[in-house]
Each structure stands twice: as structure tokens, then as C-alpha cells.
């Protein structure tokens, strides 16, 4: 079965630190990885994609991808509370399925 | 421009009882999924569909049906509710290979 797999935490840093955010993957072709942030209670929300191998930044965050490591990641520059959520990755399988699998999310706190 | 449009947001259903879940989008994406959420939990996957009259099942499909007859509506039938589906429901739309986008929730409760 394809899978998705992050560290559920919670995990917890300090205001203005770097938070880092890992996420594993079972399925080698897979082509193309998302990050969302979810509020409590509300809907996950799209804050960062990625389909190449490396780097890619968007104001404080930024997600790495190693597709021979079949890791992704995500990390929060200068963490602010308002960043305080649950952040979800997810994968879209390859081999005609094109499902898109979510991993259950890793909590994030980030202290005042 | 609405996005992603679901309806209700919140329901209580009695076991036994049947429903349908609607979920409609209006930015004309192929690809559209039902995911559920339990308390603490990931999304896992219900039913997806990639673009009108296709649809496959996903990670949880067990007592639950889809269809697509439209690009813009892709609604979920519970038939025979149990407990075990008291859950928070999202349905998303995206266009191939890009990220989706989500709707708002529905949170059933089945007593």
C-alpha cells in the first residue's frame, strides 16, 4: 500500500526559531508533493509545492525534496504563534492512479 | 468565485439512516476527491474521480458511493450509517498534478 508517513509529533518551538517539519514516502515515482497547514477545525489549506529535486522558497518557508531519499520537508524561517497549526504532507502516487495521499500530519506549536 | 462548495456543514444522522454529502466546484478542475478526517487524525482518502463519469476508490471506500455525472458536482452517498463514519468530511478539487483545494467540512455525527 502507498504511504505517506510523517512524525506526528506534537513539536514544540520558540518564537523566531526554525521549525522543521519531515515527511517520508513509499512510492519511488511519485512526481509531485504538497505541504498544507490545517487550523483546528478548519480545512487544510495549499502552502507550498514542490516536483523537483532540491530547494524551493516562498517568504519564510521553504521545502526540500530528495526523491532518491524519498523524503520532502518543510521549513519554518523566524516562526511566528500564527504558525502554530497542523501541517499535513501529501503525495500524488504515480502508476495511472494519480491518488493524492495525505500523511497524518505533524501538531506544531510555536511559543511565545 | 466560490471554489469549493459543500453542503450541509453539519448533520446527525440516526443508524440505518442514509445521506448524501454534496460537494460542488466551480473552477472547472478535473480531479475531485472525498477525504475523512477523524479526531487527531490524517485525511485518508474515501473516493476520487479524475474528470466526469470516472471514479475510483480510494483508501476507505466501505459503505460509501460516489458519481460524477457533471465537472462541477461529485457528491458522496452514506448508506446505512454506522458510528463508526461519525467524522469531519472534506471534498477538494484539483487540476492533474497540482495541489487541492478544499471546502469547508462536513461534521457528521451518527448516534
Known amino acids: 500500500q502507498k504511504e505517506v508517513e510523517q512524525n506526528s509529533g506534537p513539536l514544540s518551538v520558540p518564537e523566531g526559531a526554525i521549525a522543521s517539519l519531515n515527511c517520508t514516502y513509499s512510492?519511488?515515482?511519485?512526481?509531485?508533493f504538497f505541504w498544507y497547514r490545517q487550523y483546528s477545525g478548519k480545512s487544510p489549506e495549499l502552502i507550498m509545492f514542490?516536483?523537483?529535486?532540491g530547494d524551493k522558497e516562498d517568504g519564510r518557508f521553504t521545502a526540500q525534496l530528495n526523491k532518491a531519499s524519498q523524503y520532502v520537508s518543510l521549513l519554518i524561517r523566524d516562526s511566528q504563534p500564527s504558525d502554530s497549526a497542523t501541517y499535513l504532507c501529501a503525495v500524488i502516487f504515480e502508476g495511472g492512479s494519480e491518488k493524492l495521499v495525505f500523511g497524518k500530519g505533524t501538531k506544531l506549536t510555536v511559543n511565545p | 468565485n466560490a471554489g469549493v462548495t459543500q453542503t450541509p456543514k453539519f448533520r446527525i444522522l440516526k443508524i440505518g439512516q442514509s445521506m448524501t454529502l454534496q460537494c460542488t466546484q466551480d473552477m472547472n478542475h478535473n480531479y475531485m476527491y472525498w477525504y475523512r478526517q477523524d479526531p487527531g487524525m490524517g485525511l485518508k482518502l474515501i473516493y476520487y474521480s479524475v474528470g466526469a463519469g470516472i471514479t475510483d476508490k480510494g483508501e476507505v471506500p466501505n459503505g460509501y458511493n460516489v458519481s460524477r455525472s457533471t465537472t462541477e458536482d461529485f457528491p458522496l452517498r452514506l448508506e446505512l450509517a454506522a458510528p463508526s463514519q461519525t467524522s469531519v468530511y472534506f471534498c477538494a478539487s484539483s487540476v492533474l498534478g497540482d495541489g487541492a483545494f478544499f471546502g469547508q467540512g462536513t461534521r457528521l455525527t451518527v448516534v
Open positions: 514542490i516536483y523537483s529535486n
Open positions: 512510492d519511488r515515482g511519485s512526481q509531485s
